[in-house]
């Protein structure tokens, strides 16, 4: 699933959205293939601005490793399973659940049942079961709900 972020991204990948050009950030339509390359870019821009940075964890790293799917179909890397930091993958989970959550220029919020389907639909293909299984728990058990 090819996910384009609108103006209004989750904290992840704000950093690297730095590097796109705010026209393709807010584009009201489908992106090209040229822009959608760009967007797919803003991983590995996050992970350059912030690697020279020391955080007790690796932050940098991890922002990289955002787009990364257990079947190794995401990107930058196409890193698959145990290649991919824990932490990495609770990212790409939680921006799996925002982004679908909320408004994008090019389409309205599709809900968060809808993005919570989403991912349990792909849990162990694209997405760590276990995160998955945690973030169904988080929304369903505890009645989390992303901040308005």
């Known amino acids: 699933m090819a996910h384009q972020h609108g103006a209004k991204a989750s904290a992840d990948v704000v950093i690297g959205k730095i590097a796109i050009p705010s026209e393709i950030l807010t584009k009201p339509t489908r992106l090209s293939k040229l822009e959608m390359e760009m967007m797919r870019g ?3 821009a996050g992970c350059d601005i912030l690697k020279d940075v020391p955080f007790p964890t690796p932050v940098a790293e991890i922002i990289r490793q955002h787009h990364e799917r257990m079947d190794g179909s995401g990107y930058p890397q196409g890193l698959r399973g145990d290649a991919i930091l824990p932490e990495a993958r609770v990212l790409a989970v939680a921006d799996v659940i925002e982004s679908m ?3 994008r220029p090019y389409r309205p919020a599709v809900g968060l049942d809808a993005a919570l389907d989403e991912v349990v639909k ?3 293909t694209l997405y760590a079961p276990e995160v998955v299984d945690a973030a ?7 009645g989390y709900a992303l901040p308005s």
Do not use: C, E, F, P
């Open 42 to 44: 803003h991983a590995q």
């Open 101 to 103: 959550a909320s408004h």
């Open 136 to 142: 169904v728990r988080l929304i369903n058990d505890k």
């Open 122 to 124: 792909n849990w162990g």
